[in-house]
Each structure stands twice: as C-alpha cells, then as structure tokens.
C-alpha cells in the first residue's frame, strides 16, 4: 500500500514530475506554426515514470521506463506513449512483490547479480532499425518497435552479450556499429564491446579497475572508446547503508583511451571531478579530444522543511556542471584540461551525423533550479569559440533533452526537437531552427497527453 504522507513531500512524484499512467495514441496534432516540409522522422524521450504510486521512499531514478514518441511526415505529426515493459515491470504487473529501488536495495529474486529494478528508463538509443532503451546502472537492453513503441524484449544481440549495457552507449554515425560498456560490482568491473550492423557481438574487451566505480557516460571517436574511472564508488557497504554512491575525494579523475578493436587501454590523470554526460569526442593529429559537462560545487543546503525525508536525495541530484574540454596525447602520455566556459548547463547533444569527429556545435539544457532540474532554455555552444547563445521556453514552461533531426550534409541542416510542459500539465513537441537559435520555434504541437519531466532523447530517421 503506498504511503500517501511520504510521495506528497517527494518532489518527484508532483508537478512537473508526476506520473501519467495511461498509455495513449493520437494523430494529426493541432499545430501552431508549419511543421518543416523536410522533417521526417521521430523524436524520442525515455523517463521514469511510476506505474503504480510507491510504497515507501521512492528515488526519481527508480520509476518505471515511460518512452514518448511524435513522429513526423509530410507536414503532420502523429504521438504516443508506453512504458518499457522490462522483465521486472511485468513481474509486478503479474502481481509478484515490488522490486527493490535505490531507498531499498537487496538481492534480486530471480538471483541475477543486480541490486535494484532493472527500469530501462534512461536511455533510448537507434540501432539496427529499432529503439533500444537503456538503464543507467547497466541493464539489460530491451528493444522496442520505432514505428509503435510497443516492447519487443530483452536485445542479447543473438544470445553473444556477455555482460550488461549501460546507458549512454553509443551508436557511430559511419559504421552503424553499437560501441557499449558496462560496469560492475563483480569482476569485471568494467568492460566494452561493439555490436555489428546485423546485431552480432565482434568485440569484447575486460578492462581492469582499482575497484567498482559508478561512471555515467563514455566516449566515442572514430578509433578509439573513452571510459570514466571516476571518484565515485558503488559497493556493498554503500548498499547495505542505503546510499546511492559514494565520493572519495583523494581519487583522480581518470580517462581511459582504448582503440575500439583491440589494444590495450592508456589511462590518463586529471584533477579530482564527476562527469554524467559526454558532450562529444573526436581526434586531432595525436590528441584524443573530449568535451562534457564537468560537476561543480553546488553549495545546497537541502530545505528540510520542504523536502523532509527527501533532502539527501535533493542534494545529491542538484545538478551544476560547465563544459571542459580534455586532450589525451596517446603519443606523449600527458593530457591537458581547459574551461569552454563558466555557464552552467547540461544533458548536452550534437548532431549525431557529426558526432565521433570534430562538432563545431552542441545543445544544452540551462535549468532555472538546479535542485529540481527544470530545464527552463536549451542553449547553443559554439565549441571552436565558446560564444553561446540561449532559446527560451517562456515563463512557466519547461523542456526535455532536445534531439538533432539532420536534413542535410551540413552540421546545421536540420532541426531541434524537443518537448516542453508547463505548470498547468500543457505540452508541446516543439521545433527549432538552429541556425536562428534564439528565435521562437518555427511549429509547436500540441500534445493530447502531459509529458513529465525526464531524461534522454534521440532522433530517429525515417525509415
């Protein structure tokens, strides 16, 4: 039974964040504006989203995988939701006893090596023609259909995985191949592979680490895979005390550059941080170049009296990061970080045709309160210069991670997408022209169902 007191004072399960658990189609949406001619394709969005109202403490990253889609073609726009229907939702969809969350790990029943509700609710990538939906605690991907998003099943890619997929796994532009990771409490700790355009494993690689780490992304450039040795900690202790990680600040930084194929990994030192998300990767001469969203100090206190129960997971959710870009010299060893800029902004995305190599533009969210992550603008990073540029929702309105829709050869050939909702439960998919960032989206369509607050997005293209 849930507890009514508890999920009130959760500012995740209210506002913005609450739940909407009916699953909907509808097509031909009212549209303010014109919707581009040339954009066909879908826009994608995966987040938590309870199915049921918890029982006790619930943590935001522990609700239920919930995809939203809007699909374009010729002028129209036609949306739908539905849950990701992991192995464990249908357990308890049968009636079996709710998998245990962050606020309260144990083993799992079914005796997998897994601490929480494996939700699939972080990411949504494409690959070989259909969704996949990932989890960030390293998960087992379950595809779903692109045209539908009705859920296909658990993806072990012809029964070759070996271990786990974790969110943020990436998917090359040029090849078509699926380069993933995934980390652990268990040897190995930490791992990467590539999957084929016929969704066959050609490589697997164990890769050792000082102990088990809670990395959160990884890097991709045309020849080489990036992966985080952070100072963060996820072990047996942590859970046992129900703590979500674990800071150790006398631990570096460390990025380790391997070659996609084989090879061995080149481990590079920086100044102690967290990163949750890449911007991008690519190579120049002998530098292996990485741009993401470092951590900062947020200086929060937590307001007890607003968030009761719920203030350490406020305070480890407030979100204060800037981008930095790290050169990793695979000739000389040494590595170098600098500061793209001082502004704060996250969930960053490029072109993905033009990710791997040299992007000269990124897209970011900027929040209006750190704390409750309500992406207020999205904002335009020139990453040769660092002059940035700022789109604005409007009072009262919010947005999700925006998606590039390419339409074109040229980096800025295509269109923003993205998802807004504002504090009256209206939402919209809206458009934007890249190349006249700052001003107001050239279509807004009118969504039949409110969309919570979420994670990642992704563009898919038509057929």
Not at 152 to 174: T, W, Y
Not at 351 to 359: E, F, I, Q, R, V
Not at 436 to 451: M, Y
Request: aromatic share 10%.
């Amino acid at each position: 039974m849930s507890d009514p007191s508890l999920n009130s004072l959760n500012p995740y399960l209210n506002g913005l964040y609450a739940p909407v658990r009916e699953e909907a189609s509808a097509r031909d949406l009212p549209v303010i504006g014109e919707i581009p001619k040339d954009l066909h394709g879908a826009y994608f969005r995966n987040g938590p989203n309870p199915m049921s109202p918890p029982s006790g403490m619930h943590h935001w990253f522990d609700g239920d995988g919930m995809l939203h889609g809007v699909w374009f073609e010729d002028g129209r726009a036609r949306y739908a939701n539905r849950y990701v229907r992991t192995a464990d939702f249908e357990a308890e969809l049968e009636g079996s006893d709710a998998m245990p969350g962050i606020f309260a790990p144990s083993r799992r029943v079914d005796g997998r090596r897994t601490y929480y509700k494996d939700t699939a609710n972080t990411d949504v990538i494409v690959h070989n023609g259909r969704l996949l939906a990932l989890w960030y605690v390293s998960g087992q991907p379950v595809a779903v259909d692109a045209e539908t998003l009705e859920t296909i099943g658990v993806e072990d890619f012809g029964g070759d995985l070996p271990n786990n997929v974790s969110a943020h796994s990436k998917v090359d532009p040029r090849t078509g191949e699926l380069v993933f990771f995934d980390y652990s409490l268990y040897e190995p700790k930490m791992s990467y592979g590539t999957i084929s355009t016929d969704n066959r494993l050609i490589h697997f690689q164990e890769v050792s680490v000082p102990g088990p780490r809670l990395p959160h992304d990884m890097g991709l450039t045309e020849n080489y895979v990036i992966l985080h040795d952070l100072p963060v900690v996820f072990t047996d202790s942590a859970i046992r005390n129900r703590l979500w990680q674990i800071h150790v600040a006398d631990l570096p930084t460390r990025f380790g550059v391997a070659p996609r194929k084989s090879g061995d990994v080149k481990w590079f030192e920086f100044p102690t941080s967290y990163i949750y998300h890449v911007i991008n990767c690519w190579e120049e001469g002998d530098d292996v170049v990485m741009a993401a969203c470092k951590m900062v100090p947020n200086g929060f206190e937590p307001d007890v009296a607003s968030f009761g129960p719920y203030a350490p997971m406020a305070t480890v959710l407030a979100l204060r990061a800037q981008p930095f870009l790290w050169r990793m010299n695979m000739k000389t060893g040494k590595g170098a970080e600098t500061q793209i800029d001082d502004g704060l902004s996250e969930f960053p995305v490029v072109n993905l045709d033009h990710s791997t190599g040299k992007a000269r533009w990124s897209y970011h969210v900027v929040m209006d309160d750190c704390v409750l992550q309500r992406f207020s603008a999205l904002r335009k990073y020139d990453l040769t210069t660092g002059v940035s540029e700022d789109h604005t929702f409007g009072a009262g309105v919010f947005g999700s991670e925006p998606a590039f829709a390419p339409t074109g050869p040229g980096e800025l050939d295509g269109w923003l997408v993205t998802i807004t909702t504002d504090l009256d439960g209206n939402s919209e998919a809206r458009i934007i022209d890249p190349k006249n960032f700052s001003s107001p989206p050239v279509a807004r369509i009118k969504l039949p169902k409110r969309v919570p607050a979420g994670f990642h997005a992704t563009w898919a293209k038509a057929g």
